[in-house]
DNA sequence: GGCGTTTGCCTAAACCTATTAGGTGAATGC
DNA sequence: GCATTCACCTAATAGGTTTAGGCAAACGCC
């Protein structure tokens, strides 16, 4: 019985492509089985189950992103530092529709707390020690830049942008410059 | 044999229910037979199938927000209409957060133009007449407002600003207070 | 190099969910 | 009063998930 090798990082890696491949939600043990030419109990050696799986996954995309964004901040401040973060959330959507989707998943509270998305926040507010911004306002400014790149990348692979003139990279583009005008002068409460 | 009454329209309003019960990934011909007390074969006289029961609480829940939507900024312009139309939002989604998941659901084009999703875009361009932009401006402005929108409530409802101080209520004006000056002064294209 | 232990994969079986085909009996319409 | 339609049924197939228990290859050890 020759045997397959797996482990739970192949399986976790072998899960992301396939859910670029076929979607998140298609990613289940079965599929997962067939394509390491196993059958399906003996994946569950490796992954306590269907959800451990996809968390895995999860895990690893988060990973993946955190990285690259590491990548593309190193050495930017300012509008080009927001751009960069902006555009590696954009392209690895493009890239990884499937691992996108997988790093929306709900994490519980302490599985999230020990995944890299701890990471994301630290790289989101390190950005913005390139504007002006006191520490309330910061935390606000963080969940406002969070929200418009998860909700505009979101919005963009669902279709919701799609084929209406201006083409999505015109308005991307103007929204980078009106989040840059944003910051650098954020207003004060309103009265 | 006493008929339990189904028609599409309570099949759909007792799966946007379910929904909110156990979260929309959960509804399942299966439980929904159950709650009418039916043999699960007895739904597909009225559905096509499972993502034709998806797609139809979709539509459900797209209407109930337009519908909302449309109420909230009746009489209303200006920042009040901004604030008007991302309380819906972000109120339907606390209340509602199965239907929210479902107002998700990525529609085939055509079902797409159909559904009550062209009435959201009329509605968020009507609030920028409010602002002075040009047009192609507003179309970037309608992007950006729905991604924040979009964005802020599914990483709010996902607990991703959770147990974190200042509080979200307070981050969600500034927002809004941030938005507003942003429109009132859009930035022309970087150079 | 044989020997026990661990490990990796298997078979088998129980249990969900989705979906189709082909009924039956109650309400409806001429 | 009969035909038709409609609402629901039984039965069967096909996949996905998960657990229990088994066997054989690989590993550690003397």
């Known amino acids: 019985m020759a045997r397959a090798g797996l482990t739970v990082e192949r399986l976790a890696r072998a899960g992301a492509e396939l859910a670029d491949e076929v979607g998140f939600d298609q990613v289940t043990v079965t599929a997962l089985a067939r394509r390491f030419d196993v059958k399906v109990a003996s994946l569950y050696s490796h992954v306590?189950?269907?959800?451990?799986?996809?968390?895995?996954?999860?895990?690893?995309?988060?990973?993946?992103?955190?990285d690259r964004a590491a990548d593309a901040l190193a050495g930017r401040a300012g509008k080009d530092a927001l751009a960069a973060l902006g555009g590696v959330y954009r392209d690895y959507a493009r890239e990884h529709p499937g691992r996108y989707e997988a790093a929306q998943l709900r994490l519980d509270p302490e599985t999230a707390a020990a995944s890299a998305g701890v990471r994301h926040a630290q790289m989101t507010r390190a950005i913005l020690r390139g504007y002006d911004l006191t520490e309330p306002d910061q935390t606000h400014a963080v969940r406002l830049l969070g929200s418009v790149f998860h909700g505009y990348v979101s919005l963009e692979m669902g279709g919701g942008f799609s084929h209406s003139a201006p083409?999505?990279?015109?308005?991307?583009?103007?929204?980078?410059?009106?989040?840059?005008?944003?910051?650098?002068n954020w207003p004060a409460p309103a009265p």
Chains 1, 2 share one sequence.
């Open 167 to 184: 083409d999505t990279q015109e308005t991307w583009t103007r929204i980078l410059d009106a989040l840059d005008a944003l910051l650098r």
């Open 48 to 66: 306590k189950n269907s959800q451990d799986l996809r968390t895995r996954i999860a895990l690893l995309a988060l990973r993946e992103l955190a």
